[in-house]
């Protein structure tokens, strides 16, 4: 599969669904390091216990403050739960705009 104006991705799960089938397609395996969710729930994965676990626990607390800066624009904006803010946060063209 490979990417064309027809195939627009409207959404993050939609984004998600295409990473993960390229990665299938060429044999890699996808580990989740963390997640924010649109309540601002932070998740980090504490399952890694190789040499550099503490710097992966590291990098990914501080890739998922940056989204987490953006989930607390939304929620000021639009209210944590409202149909704007859902389209704010799940549509990659007009979700994660903080100015």
């Given at each position: 599969m490979a990417w064309t104006d027809d195939n627009i991705l409207k959404y993050c799960r939609d984004v998600e669904n295409f990473v993960d089938l390229r990665l299938n397609e060429k044999g890699i395996k996808k580990t989740i390091g963390g997640s924010l969710s649109s309540e601002g729930e932070m998740k980090i994965?504490?399952?890694?216990?190789?040499?550099?676990?503490?710097?992966?626990?590291?990098?990914?607390?501080?890739?998922?403050?940056?989204?987490?800066?953006?989930?607390?624009?939304?929620?000021?904006?639009?209210?944590?739960?409202?149909?704007?803010?859902?389209k704010y946060w799940c549509d990659p063209k007009i979700g994660r705009k903080t100015k």
């Open positions: 994965n504490e399952s890694w216990s190789d040499p550099i676990s503490n710097l992966k626990k590291e990098h990914t607390k501080i890739h998922e403050n940056i989204h987490l800066k953006t989930q607390q624009y939304g929620v000021k904006k639009y209210s944590v739960g409202t149909k704007e803010f859902n």
